[in-house]
């Protein structure tokens, strides 16, 4: 994985631009020391490390502006950082750039059950935001399996999801308006309590744009009252193929579960193996988690095993109680940590459309075989999200990029099945020279114009999203500024 | 200029050197001077997978169409877009690529979200001729930008949509309207919101005169059992309602206020205020209007008000904006369509306009914040 070679010229300004930031920093939220700015030379794809220039952590909208205005003043490159858990690489330093970081930014600032809406500052971490509305039984619908850990910031520049988003949708449909600091520090609010644009979709173009159009500091998000109750139901079949049949009948039948999870035997055995959830040893395994009323469920769920019978389930365990569905969810949820403790893995999340899953995974099984790495199979098989874990081992010479190779290989197997590279967790680094693959170069150009518009230097998070060769002609403005 | 191909589209448009109005079906009114290019040629569903909710068709091709085969699937596009003919007097066939160049939705805009948030992909060219994709036909895409959002609701200003890819949704078993009357609109809107934050899924919430009393509608749809279910929690919590169960009566209660038809064949000019429901009470207020009707929990104003009015001169500092939709040209001309945006926001979309469309040929004056607002 290439990436740009620092800038000579702009190393050169450290001291200065150390100074400009210090006069409108405090002290604490500047780190200039290489033993500390280390903490952020990577994110969670960390085969990629590079330890920044410096790193700021501002407290305040007014202190995001400063800093950027003095770096674009400065021509030096920022790239915005949440809590450093994006998989493709997306807030991977360079050694000439500001990492910018919003984490000290986490308050709540208002919440109103009356408008269902509650806005924050980005550095608020997923799980959180929740917990700020739980009181009054509310929550925040999307829900990354990291979301402990990961900031509503980089949800909203990833447009991240969850397993709950076949229902419910993911960060884009359910972020009601942010504020937006440009490169050159201007402030701008867009969106807000109300419903829809009344111009552009700008906040729209905003969520996704993987940190390379604006810092956004504040958001307001949509929040919603808590059903019920939600329960699962496991079941368990002879092959992949008639899994997914399954699926694609519960989804025409006109049920619209909350989630629709599929594990193949490679991933249930570790996962058997790790959290002992009592899951049975077959082909391939659903949860399917419907909510409501306990009436409501049960006839939901009557449906959906009604559904399957014919596709022959070797087991159909419907959970009787949370603590029945606690341990049909405990597989699943230790699923990545499994895999962690037999190997070191890669994740994809490329997405296809859900009639093309038996053939992928067929197809994913051979190519196992000759790459001569395992994969494990889980993910959201209701919006066609897969997530293959490729296991290798990180010692072993050459086995990181036989494993990016064969992570290649599966993410174009996805477009061509009429998918894409990438479901939930953006391109950044990771996917960034697959791009082609998917689109045209004029379609890169349209994206490309549409930083041009908010990022006319392009010091926002520069290298990524879009092969180096076909940004250079942009990226190349770098070296001349200031 | 009827292009018959996407290849035909940009052939035309890489040689145009004056505006073109881009015309779907022509029922949602844009009000410009210039030569018509026509989208109508560029029709078909190309892609139906019930099984995978999705939905591909050229982008002029009629909504009615798509909605039969929808409906022979038990499917439906679940964001319920409006139909514009009565409360316009225009005529002409709906296309899909005119909902999605609006970004129209209805009533149930609160619960499954807007036409945008059901686009999977698109296929259009810009104003240079360009063909750009963007998005696909998956449920998730997040491969680049997402230029998807951005077509919906440019209204053709950055270009000619040549087809769309959709989510759509199962159709319900039934449906159900609660009517509630209230005593004015501060009342109705916080009974709104008391629906809306329950956990009964209400999809729609909608409040407006009947039979001369102001009257709340929720609506509940799904399983017949589950509806009668969540309708009685409600009338509970809610005291005092009336509970339309006729599945095809609730429909036609739904179908009027997604249509607005309380102002059809009225006088006067119409505007469509988006703001927080909260604020609604306080904004409809000031409005001087002759008729008012409000959708999405009081999120949604439409209103009814003498010709000629500044109706957001009346509204003032906003947190939202304020279309108007129907009136004369030059009251058109005079207000704009669309709500001016603050200075930043007006650099941005023009920025946009000007790569998308260097020659400014594609609807030009559409969309745009007036030098005096
Ligand atoms: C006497 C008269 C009075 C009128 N009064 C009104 C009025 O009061 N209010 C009013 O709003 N209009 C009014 N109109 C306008 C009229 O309804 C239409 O003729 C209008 O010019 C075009 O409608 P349309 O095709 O844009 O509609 P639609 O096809 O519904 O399109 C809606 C929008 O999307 C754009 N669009 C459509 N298809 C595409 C595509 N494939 N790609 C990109 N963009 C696309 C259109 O340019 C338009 O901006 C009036 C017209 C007349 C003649
Ligand atoms: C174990 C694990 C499980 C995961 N599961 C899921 C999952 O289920 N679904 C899913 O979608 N993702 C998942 N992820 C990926 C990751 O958690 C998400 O992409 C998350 O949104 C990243 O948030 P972050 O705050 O950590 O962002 P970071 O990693 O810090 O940054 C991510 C991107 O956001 C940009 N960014 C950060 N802050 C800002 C800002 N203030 N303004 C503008 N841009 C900014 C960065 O420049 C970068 O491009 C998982 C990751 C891990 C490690």
Redesign the pocket.
């Known amino acids: 994985m290439d990436m740009p070679v620092a800038n000579p010229a702009i190393l050169a300004r450290k001291a200065a631009l150390v100074e400009r930031l210090r006069a409108v920093l405090p002290e604490e939220a500047l780190i200039s020391d290489p033993a500390e700015t280390r903490a952020y030379e990577c ?2 794809l960390t085969a990629y490390a590079c330890p920044p220039m410096l790193a700021v952590l501002p407290g305040s909208t007014q202190e995001v502006s400063d800093i950027l205005a003095i770096c674009h003043e400065m021509g030096v490159p920022v ?9 493709a690489g ?2 991977l330093p360079t050694a000439d750039c500001v990492i910018l970081g ?1 984490a000290r930014m986490n308050d709540v600032l208002e919440t109103d059950y009356d408008n269902r809406l509650i806005r924050v500052q ?1 550095g608020r971490t997923n799980l959180s935001v929740t917990g700020a509305v739980e009181e009054k039984e509310f929550f925040y619908a999307p829900d ?3 979301q402990l ?3 509503i ?3 909203i ?2 447009n ?3 397993a709950h988003c076949l229902k419910y949708g993911v960060t884009t449909n359910n972020l009601l308006g942010v504020t937006l600091v440009m490169m050159d520090g201007t402030v701008v609010e867009i969106g807000g309590g109300y419903l829809d644009s009344g111009g552009l979709d700008l906040l729209g173009v905003i969520c996704g744009s ?2 390379q159009l604006g ?3 504040e958001a307001t998000l949509r929040i919603l009252r808590k059903p019920e109750g939600a329960r699962p139901v496991l079941m368990g079949f002879d092959s992949n193929e008639v899994a997914g049949a399954c699926v694609s009948d519960i989804i025409q039948a006109g049920v619209l579960p909350v989630a629709i999870e599929f594990m193949d035997r490679p991933c249930i055995q570790a996962c058997e193996a790790f959290a002992k959830a009592g899951y049975p040893m077959c082909e391939a395994l659903l949860i399917v988690e419907v909510e409501g009323s306990e009436a409501e469920i049960d006839h939901q769920l009557g449906l959906i095993t009604e559904i399957a019978q014919p596709h022959d389930p070797v087991e159909l365990r419907e959970a009787k109680d949370a603590d029945e569905a606690g341990r049909i969810w405990l597989g699943r949820k230790s699923a ?1 940590g499994a895999m962690g403790q037999i190997n070191d893995y890669m994740c994809l999340d490329g997405t296809i459309p859900v009639s093309a899953l038996p053939q992928v995974l067929r197809r994913i099984g051979e190519m196992s075989k000759e790459y001569g790495l395992d994969v494990a199979n889980v993910f959201h098989a209701g919006d066609g999200n897969m997530h293959p874990l490729i296991l290798f081992d990180a010692n072993k010479p050459g086995d990181l990029d036989l494993c990016e190779n064969f992570g290649a290989d599966i993410l174009k197997l996805c477009v061509d099945v009429g998918g894409c590279l990438t479901g ?3 391109v ?1 680094i990771e996917k960034r020279d697959l791009m082609l693959y998917q689109y045209a170069e004029a379609d890169l150009e349209a994206q490309m114009r549409v930083k041009d518009v908010f990022d006319p230097s392009w010091l926002l ?1 520069p290298a ?1 999203v879009f092969p180096l060769s076909v940004s250079e002609a942009r990226r190349g403005d770098l070296a001349d500024v200031a | 200029m009827t292009p018959e191909s996407e290849e035909e589209l940009s052939a035309v448009l890489a040689e145009r050197r004056d505006p073109v109005l881009i015309r779907g079906g022509g029922t949602r009114g844009i009000g410009m001077e210039a030569s018509v290019l026509e989208t109508g040629r560029l029709s078909g569903i190309e892609l139906y997978e019930p099984g995978a909710l999705t939905l591909v068709a050229g982008a002029g091709t009629p909504l009615a169409e798509i909605e039969k085969a929808l409906a022979d699937g038990n499917q439906r596009l679940a964001f319920e877009p409006m139909d514009h003919r009565g409360l316009l007097g225009s005529e002409g066939e709906p296309t899909i690529g005119g909902i999605v160049a609006a970004n129209i939705s209805g009533p149930r805009r609160i619960q499954v979200g807007a036409c945008r948030d059901h686009l999977l992909g698109v296929r259009f060219v810009d104003g240079s001729g360009s063909i750009i994709k963007n998005g696909g036909r998956v449920m998730k895409n997040v491969t680049g930008y997402d230029l998807v959002k951005l077509m919906a609701g440019s209204w053709g200003t950055l270009g000619v949509l040549s087809q769309v890819s959709l989510k759509v949704l199962p159709e319900s078993e039934t449906e159900a309207t609660l009517l509630l009357p209230c005593p004015d609109v501060a009342t109705a809107i916080s009974r709104m919101s008391a629906a809306l934050g329950s956990p009964f899924e209400v999809t729609g919430a909608a409040c407006a005169p009947r039979e001369g009393t102001l009257t709340v509608m929720l609506r509940l749809e799904g399983f017949e059992e589950s509806v009668a279910y969540r309708a009685q929690r409600l009338a509970d919590q809610l005291g005092d309602v009336s509970l339309v169960s006729d599945r095809d009566e609730s429909r036609r209660i739904w179908r009027e206020i997604r249509d607005v038809s309380a102002f059809h064949g009225t006088t006067g000019d119409v505007w469509r205020i988006s703001v927080k429901p909260g604020d609604a009470a306080e904004v409809s207020s000031r409005l001087e209007a002759e008729a008012l009707s409000f959708d999405w929990g009081g999120g949604l104003i439409w209103a009814l008000v003498g010709e000629g009015s500044d109706l957001r001169q009346r509204i003032g500092p906003i947190s939202g904006h304020a279309t108007l939709v129907r009136a004369p040209t030059d009251t058109r001309t005079r207000f704009g369509m669309f709500q001016p945006e603050p200075a930043p926001l007006v650099a941005i979309s023009a920025g946009l306009r000007e790569r998308f469309d260097p020659r400014g040929i594609l609807n030009p004056g559409l969309m745009k914040t007036p030098a005096h607002a």
Not at chain 1, 79 to 87: A, H, I, Y
């Open positions: 994110d969670a790239v915005p950082r949440g809590s450093g858990t994006s998989l997306g807030a919003v980005t990354p399996s990291s850990a990961c900031a910031a980089g949800n520049a990833m991240s999801g969850g993987e940190g810092v956004v500091t990545f939930e967790h953006g950044g998070n990524k």
